[in-house]
């Protein structure tokens, strides 16, 4: 990682003419080169609409939003050759009437790159998204899954400097979730391609990136020192385990040895009432603490921070934090799963921190 | 009526007709295409006279433009009164509100990420309205054929403006109502079954032509 791709400062972004209070505000950001960057958090976070700005589709409405070292937005082309270098990809994307080598090059003809490398490139990008000998099917009666795969192979065909995707493996069958993830990986390393992708899988964003920004109501959640820990690994040749504080063990399956950093899905985590945890049967990955934080993200769930030996911070439905009375300052025992413990690596631990 | 005079009146319909449309489509689809784009204080208003210009008869934009175009008007220099090229004029102001209402709803029924994405994957604006006028091609079309149609079929424009001349201005409409005028019915109702049949072949020869186009995707 080099140079920086985007560096946002102050920004602030609300819909204009929507009667709606929500509102983006970043006080900083800085993506650099051939970061993967994971935008985290529920539904109406602004995971989307940062990545309209980033895509430069919105502009701020204060602060400051620099791109490769420019204001994307000087010239009067309208950001033209900034979207040019950043190309997003949308939740439902669309396709354009016509075959799927239509769409392919939609954006390949836009840049008039000769014919003999768009059909060069049109078979690789096909060949990504297992969609070889495709091109010259019409895009009427694609399924989802297949509509969300031309639609990657026509962002992945333009070799674009930043990929932004809006939970890109949203509509994609669970087998070939992990061969886009590949993708991904394969065009990070091979082209440089920095990636800002969203999503709601908590494991998605530990798998595919550098850095994780949790976002919840338009605003950066700092996560750094929640569900997120880094230590030296040992094992007992089953299970290993890493100690953030003397005698706090997190506890995962497989043989790991070295530093490691693990991360936590919020959505694994259950709590169980202070009152309960006497009866609660022992084991590995529990924990004692003091609700600190509460904040609902939508109708049906909850942001919890618990506070203890380490702080979590877990997602729970809140169906379920009635029937435990989990409410301020209680004290709650924690409970995780071995395997919702992802391993992310021989990494420092500022790694994953968020730029 | 013998047969010259009759190919004359065809072929003075279709041409001024036919250009009101081309021009009328020229003004009325950008400004759909702007008006299905943007929000802008007074924007309902501005559909309101659309649709209200929509409904004017015939006679009153033909008044209108007699006013203007007679010797005595403010236009009359230009001595464009009885001619084809105020018929093209009258119809072009006729047909226009029609076309801008259509092709307004066309648009709107545009997915709306037709345009972001074309952005997104490098589009310049003027490209992005492109992709979004290619996207709605097939109801675009029928806009405009819908004008001519119009166009084709009114008289009161063609009347006043023209002055139904006989082999200058004298089109199918206006033929029609100098044949019932004499007392010649069989005349009237045969042109009148010419002009339907002309503006079916229209329709079919672009429709035929747009389905060929889609069945290839």
Redesign the interface.
């Known amino acids: 990682m080099s140079g920086i791709v985007y560096r946002l400062e102050n920004v602030g972004f609300a819909y204009p003419g929507i009667p709606s209070s929500f509102s983006l505000k970043l006080e900083s950001l800085t993506v650099r080169a051939g970061e993967v960057l994971a935008l985290v958090g529920p539904n109406g976070a602004g995971k989307t609409t940062l990545l309209m700005l980033l895509a430069f589709l919105v502009r701020p409405g204060r602060g400051r939003l620099e791109f490769l070292g420019g204001d994307p937005w000087a010239g009067d082309d309208g950001a033209v050759l900034a979207r040019r270098e950043a190309v997003l990809l949308t939740h439902h994307p669309y396709l354009f009437k016509g075959t799927i080598a239509d769409n392919v090059e939609f954006g390949l003809k836009l840049r008039k790159i000769a014919e003999t490398e768009r059909a060069a490139r049109l078979r690789a990008a096909l060949a990504l998204v297992e969609l070889e000998g495709w091109g010259t099917r019409s895009i009427s009666g694609l399924s989802a899954g297949q509509a969300q795969r031309v639609a990657i192979a026509r962002a992945l065909a333009l070799r674009p400097r930043v990929l932004l995707l809006d939970e890109p493996t949203a509509n994609i069958d669970a087998g070939l979730v992990l061969r886009i993830e590949a993708v991904l990986r394969e065009v990070g390393r091979e082209w440089g391609t920095t990636v800002v992708l969203s999503t709601h899988d908590f494991s998605q964003a530990s798998r595919l990136a550098d850095g994780i920004l949790y976002l919840s109501e338009g605003r950066r959640v700092e996560f750094s020192h929640e569900n997120c820990f880094s230590g030296t690994a040992s094992t007992d040749g089953r299970t290993s385990w890493i100690e953030p504080k003397p005698g706090v063990r997190i506890v995962f399956p497989g043989v790991t040895t070295g530093h490691v950093t693990c991360v936590i899905d919020p959505a694994a985590i259950r709590v169980l009432p202070g009152g309960e945890a006497a009866s609660a049967p022992p084991g590995p990955n529990v924990f004692g603490g003091r609700v600190t934080r509460m904040e609902t993200t939508d109708a049906a769930t909850a942001l919890v921070r618990v506070s203890g030996d380490l702080v979590f911070r877990a997602a729970l439905p809140v169906r379920e934090l009635e029937a435990g009375r989990v409410s301020l300052s209680r004290e709650v025992l924690l409970r995780f799963d071995l395997k919702s413990v992802e391993v992310v690596g021989k990494r420092p631990a500022d790694a994953r921190k968020p730029a | 009526m013998i047969f010259r005079e009759l190919a004359l009146a065809v072929g003075i319909s279709l041409k001024t007709s036919g250009l009101a449309a081309l021009i009328a489509s020229a003004i009325a689809v950008p400004a759909a295409l702007f008006l299905a784009g943007r929000?802008f204080r007074g924007k309902r208003l501005v559909l309101l006279i659309n649709q209200t210009w929509m409904a004017a008869p015939t006679v009153v934009i033909g008044l209108l433009f007699y006013s203007l175009l007679s010797r005595s008007g403010p236009l009359g220099r230009f001595g464009l009164l009885y001619t084809q090229t105020a018929m093209t004029v009258g119809q072009v102001f006729l047909i226009l509100p029609l076309i801008v209402g259509f092709s307004y709803t066309a648009l709107r029924q545009v997915?709306r990420?037709?345009r972001?994405?074309?952005?997104?994957?490098?589009?310049?604006?003027r490209?992005a309205g492109w992709?979004v006028l290619?996207?709605a091609r097939f109801p675009l079309l029928v806009a405009v054929l819908a004008g001519f149609a119009r166009a084709v079929s009114e008289v009161g424009i063609a009347m006043m403006l023209g002055g139904n001349i006989r082999n200058a201005t004298r089109n199918i409409t206006t033929s029609i109502a100098l044949e019932t005028a004499k007392g010649e019915f069989q005349n009237g109702v045969v042109l009148g079954a010419i002009l339907l049949v002309l503006t079916l072949g229209i329709n079919l020869l672009v429709q035929t032509g747009l389905r060929g186009r889609?069945r290839e995707?």
């Open positions: 929000e997915d990420r037709a972001q994405t074309a952005l997104t994957l490098g589009a310049s604006r490209q992709i290619r996207e889609d995707y």
